[in-house]
């Protein structure tokens, strides 16, 4: 884009258009955490079946990321962020009209399917787009509000529209939204350049990564449910669909995952491994924190909405301000190690949640200090993914971290959700249900934590970053 005064706004005017279509993505992993009562009601889903409406999503989102960032790298990130969009827009629809479990959950997974086309392609449109380190500093921290805070807006959005239209209505809102994005994307975003190769489309490598990590993921919620020799099959099956994957990217000609773009950049194993217990930590406090504020404390949808307001406020006054500034004063590791220290101590904070609890004692001080730690987490550890890469390699590192958000988030909750309901039914006989209710929510609140302590830990000692955040094409 041009450099003087016009072109430097259609960046930002592009930024925001990006991050508009981002937010839709963000907003539909945890818009639906508040909806989930109403939706069991409504469509007859199981407790733990309801962790599939929003596996769903995550696990065809993280599934087909690598998919959709090499498709912006060969076929023009434009090109594909439009598809993207107008296939997320449609499956916004069928969920909205779904009136059985199998519909819902097959728009769910349609839905990821088209957010996994947009993601990457955003991500490295905001990459490629802003070269100056402070812009681009600025521009992550607006990037990395979305990430974090839209989940808490999810939240909010989705206690105000259930409570006052129904929970269809948290999925026909994108409507609106992805048309008017859809419409804004030839004035804004510059046109896709000839690519000099195009390569191929590696497409059965997106199915096996996708049927390996649905498989994981089922065999993991049904712990509790299925013998555990078929657990154990499932689980073999997945590690095979694993290996196929493998086999698959060092024959093709044009793998999801190009050899040794890992052994090149030791920050990206890191920064990406990072993400995965960054996100199973947070995907399972929106899950869990909903579920505790709803059928322990009993609030409504809209007083669950109002609760998470806080932490909204506290992401959006530090993410595109304070959260640069710290990032340059003090680098991107540190930022990455603060941010998720104080989200691990949020989750300390609910896992000491009691029965009768209530909002300014047991739940606002944690959603403060969450709030505060995302706000520096998210976009130090997505900017600690693009060190160092290509601008060829941008759709490619962009579908890596979004990956492991979908992937840490799908993994997450599928453990966090077992876990709640094996530790519930194990404590049902000694305490009243909404005692041993609660007893599991603290159990994966206490997990959650631990995924992030340990994800801090890996950034301390094993990330090598720069102090301030280099243009891309620098090497670690």
């Avoid at 076929?75 to 993207?84: K, L, S």
């Avoid at 490619?396 to 971290?401: E, I, P, Q, T």
Wanted: hydrophobic share 55%.
């Amino acid at each position: 884009m041009g450099r003087g005064s016009s072109g430097g706004r259609r960046r930002w005017f592009a930024l925001l258009l990006v991050c508009a279509a981002q937010l839709m993505l963000v907003l539909d992993g945890t818009i639906v955490n508040v909806a989930l009562p109403a939706i069991g009601d409504s469509l007859g889903f199981s407790e733990v079946g309801l962790s599939w409406v929003v596996n769903a999503y995550l696990l065809t989102f993280g599934g087909f990321l690598l998919l959709g960032g090499r498709a912006g790298d060969l076929f023009g990130r434009r090109r594909v962020f439009m598809a993207g969009l107008v296939l997320f827009t449609i499956a916004s629809l069928l969920c909205g009209l779904a009136f059985s479990q199998g519909l819902l959950i097959a728009a769910r997974a349609l839905q990821g399917i088209g957010g996994a086309l947009m993601a990457p392609a955003a991500l490295s449109i905001v990459i490629t787009t802003f070269r100056d380190p402070g812009e681009r500093a600025r521009a992550m921290g607006i990037w990395g509000f979305v990430a974090s805070g839209g989940g808490s807006i999810g939240v909010f959005l989705g206690g105000v529209l259930t409570q006052s239209f129904g929970w269809p209505w948290i999925f026909l809102v994108n409507l609106p939204i992805g048309i008017a994005a859809l419409a804004l994307c030839p004035p804004l975003l510059d046109p896709d350049p000839a690519p000099a190769k195009r390569g191929g489309f590696d497409l059965p490598g997106a199915l096996l990564i996708t049927l390996s990590l649905v498989t994981a993921v089922y065999a993991i919620i049904g712990v509790g449910d299925n013998p555990l020799l078929l657990t154990l099959a499932l689980l073999a099956l997945s590690a095979l669909l694993l290996v196929g994957f493998s086999a698959v990217e060092r024959r093709t000609a044009a793998p999801l995952i190009p050899p040794g773009i890992f052994s090149r950049s030791r920050n990206l194993v890191v920064s990406n491994i990072v993400m995965v217990l960054t996100v199973a930590g947070v995907v399972g406090w929106f899950f869990f924190s909903a579920l505790y504020l709803q059928r322990v404390l009993l609030y409504d949808s809209f007083a669950t909405g109002l609760a998470y307001l806080p932490g909204t406020i506290a992401i959006g006054a530090l993410s595109y301000s304070a959260a640069a500034r710290a990032v340059g004063r003090f680098g991107i590791k540190p930022m990455i190690v603060v941010g998720m220290g104080l989200m691990a101590l949020g989750l300390l904070l609910f896992g000491r949640a009691p029965v009768g609890g209530s909002f300014l004692v047991d739940v606002l001080p944690g959603m403060v200090v969450l709030g505060v730690g995302a706000a520096f987490a998210f976009m130090a550890v997505i900017l600690a993914s693009t060190v160092g890469v290509p601008e060829s390699e941008a759709g490619l590192a962009s579908g890596l971290v979004n990956t492991s958000q979908q992937v840490g988030g799908a993994l997450g909750l599928a453990v966090l959700a077992s876990l709640a309901a094996a530790y519930t039914g194990l404590v049902t006989g000694t305490r009243d249900p909404v005692a041993a209710l609660n007893s599991g929510y603290h159990a994966a609140f206490l997990v959650s934590a631990a995924c992030l302590l340990l994800g801090a830990l890996l950034a301390a000692t094993l990330l090598r970053l720069p102090k301030e955040t280099p243009s891309p094409g620098a090497r670690d």
